[in-house]
């Protein structure tokens, strides 16, 4: 580990032109040292050609689409820095965003995770609506981004703890990372994409660890190619994107959820379940597959569970007066 350095990880997959855009920003920012990893997804577009003229990045180049979880740990395999990010392909940041979080984290030892504030779009010339400025969990343990949607009128510009962060954008100190490793793996590859912010966030609380919103760190993200969309019903993909969160929430709650922090909120979870069940065996058959992959899945995320209770370090209510 190399003190003060920052390594930003970004996994790509036919991101397009957003790629280019995003080393634009990375190149503009304050603070050095600095380090560029780039995981490439069999990509077919050619979006990562500016990587490859970029100069100073780290290229991994795979042969399939192994997810985004996969390919992000791959990336912080060999990565070097004291503070790691990951950031998605459509993400365009200020100048001043990593060297602003990277503040963040060393004024606040218990603070292991940071996020600014995103907004729409993918450039400065996109507007301000706002896109994150935190993530959380419903009580029916779905992630939700706090303002998204709204227009930035100031609401959100007080730096504060918030569960976790939005996974287009954040930064963690490299030891949280190794703390909340679970079987060895930081993001968890049996989710091979979508929902892996919220439950890195849940396993980085279970052990302790707060996450803070800095507003003055922001940028703009433009959910497009590659994205970890919070709102699958409108990815490009929808069938594919829905199947995955469908899945990982699941995933996520087997894994960390407690029976006394469950139970208030059972009949809520049971009763929209079963709506949402009803509907997807009208109108959307396929992501019935969703359960039998959580079955088929059921006995490792039995042996995820044991280790991450058995590693708690705090009590229930340290993380579920977060979901709201």
Same mark, same amino acid.
């Given at each position: 580990?190399?003190?003060? &350095?920052?390594?930003?990880?970004?996994?790509?997959?036919?991101?397009?032109? *957003?790629?280019? $855009?995003?080393?634009?920003?990375?190149?503009?920012?304050?603070?050095?040292?600095?380090?560029?990893?780039?995981?490439?997804?069999?990509?077919?577009?050619?979006? &990562?050609?500016?990587?490859?003229?970029?100069?100073?990045?780290?290229?991994?180049?795979?042969?399939?689409?192994?997810?985004?979880?996969?390919?992000?740990?791959?990336?912080?395999?060999?990565?070097?820095?004291? @503070?790691?990010?990951?950031?998605?392909?459509?993400?365009?940041? +200020?100048?001043?965003?990593?060297?602003?979080?990277?503040?963040?984290?060393?004024?606040?030892?218990?603070?292991?995770?940071?996020?600014?504030? &995103?907004?729409?779009?993918?450039?400065?010339?996109?507007?301000?609506? $706002?896109?994150?400025?935190?993530? @959380?969990?419903?009580?029916?343990?779905?992630?939700?981004?706090?303002?998204?949607?709204?227009? =930035?009128?100031? *609401?959100?510009?007080?730096?504060?703890?918030?569960?976790?962060?939005?996974?287009?954008?954040?930064?963690?100190?490299?030891?949280?990372?190794?703390?909340?490793?679970?079987?060895?793996?930081?993001? =968890?590859?049996?989710?091979?994409?979508?929902?892996?912010?919220?439950?890195?966030?849940?396993?980085?609380?279970?052990?302790?660890?707060?996450?803070?919103?800095?507003?003055?760190?922001?940028?703009?993200?433009?959910?497009?190619?590659?994205?970890?969309?919070?709102?699958?019903? #409108?990815?490009?993909?929808?069938?594919?994107?829905?199947?995955?969160?469908?899945?990982?929430?699941? $995933?996520?709650? $087997?894994?960390?959820?407690?029976?006394?922090? +469950?139970?208030?909120? +059972?009949?809520?979870?049971?009763?929209? =379940?079963?709506?949402?069940?009803?509907?997807?065996?009208? #109108?959307?058959?396929? &992501?019935?597959?969703?359960?039998?992959?959580?079955?088929?899945?059921?006995?490792?995320? +039995?042996?995820?569970?044991?280790?991450?209770?058995?590693?708690?370090?705090?009590? =229930?209510?340290?993380?579920?007066?977060?979901?709201?």
């Amino acid at each position: 580990m190399q003190s003060g &350095l920052i390594s930003v990880i970004i996994v790509n997959w036919n991101s397009g032109h *957003q790629l280019a $855009l995003c080393l634009e920003s990375l190149a503009q920012q304050t603070h050095r040292p600095l380090e560029i990893i780039v995981v490439d997804n069999a990509s077919s577009d050619g979006s &990562l050609a500016p990587a490859l003229a970029a100069g100073r990045v780290q290229i991994i180049r795979n042969d399939i689409n192994a997810g985004f979880c996969r390919a992000f740990n791959q990336g912080y395999a060999i990565s070097q820095g004291e @503070f790691i990010v990951s950031l998605n392909p459509d993400v365009y940041l +200020l100048p001043d965003f990593l060297a602003r979080l990277a503040e963040r984290l060393a004024g606040m030892p218990a603070a292991g995770l940071a996020c600014g504030k &995103l907004w729409r779009g993918d450039s400065p010339w996109a507007g301000c609506t $706002l896109d994150s400025t935190g993530l @959380f969990l419903s009580r029916s343990r779905r992630p939700y981004d706090r303002g998204q949607g709204q227009v =930035d009128r100031g *609401q959100f510009d007080r730096a504060e703890e918030v569960f976790g962060a939005c996974g287009a954008a954040w930064m963690a100190r490299r030891t949280m990372l190794e703390d909340v490793r679970c079987l060895g793996e930081v993001l =968890d590859e049996d989710f091979f994409a979508y929902y892996d912010d919220a439950d890195l966030a849940w396993r980085a609380r279970s052990r302790g660890w707060q996450c803070w919103y800095e507003p003055r760190a922001a940028g703009w993200h433009g959910r497009g190619g590659g994205d970890t969309l919070r709102k699958p019903s #409108r990815a490009p993909k929808m069938a594919f994107a829905q199947r995955h969160a469908v899945k990982n929430r699941y $995933l996520m709650m $087997l894994k960390n959820d407690t029976p006394a922090g +469950l139970l208030p909120a +059972l009949p809520r979870i049971l009763a929209e =379940d079963a709506l949402r069940l009803s509907y997807m065996a009208l #109108r959307r058959p396929a &992501l019935l597959g969703a359960y039998l992959d959580v079955i088929r899945l059921l006995p490792r995320m +039995l042996e995820k569970r044991r280790e991450i209770r058995g590693r708690r370090r705090v009590p =229930d209510h340290f993380i579920y007066r977060w979901f709201r």
